[in-house]
């Protein structure tokens, strides 16, 4: 709800037509994306069905990007030495080009 409410009060939805263009990121690690449905349940009704659509899918097999790894030791610990290895930290690669966005470059 809180997504909704936020939406609300900067006018990307409601009466308010001036409101900033967002963008919303549900990922949900490997799962499958959301439905139609589940978007509305978890996101309310006026940001579901807003054209166009500020959903966009997490394709967490192809749109991902590595950022940096996380220590072999801190691994071993967190799996109760099941594995003992980096593991990559990864962000979806929207949210780290929007991170990294320099607006004097590209407004």
């Given at each position: ?22 963008q ?7 799962h ?5 449905q ?7 009704p006026?940001l ?21 790894h ?10 109760n ?27």
């Open positions: 709800r809180i997504t909704s409410m936020i939406a609300e009060y900067y006018g990307f939805v409601g009466d308010k037509k001036d409101g900033p263009t967002i919303i990121l549900p990922a949900l690690g490997t499958a994306p959301m439905t139609q589940q978007i509305e349940t978890m996101f309310g006026d579901a069905n807003k054209d166009p659509s500020p959903f966009l899918v997490h394709d967490w097999r192809n749109d991902v990007v590595t950022i940096g996380a220590p072999a030791e801190m691994v071993k610990e967190a799996t030495g099941q594995v003992n290895e980096p593991w990559p930290a990864q962000l979806n690669k929207v949210v780290w080009e929007k991170r990294h966005h320099d607006p004097q470059k590209n407004p």
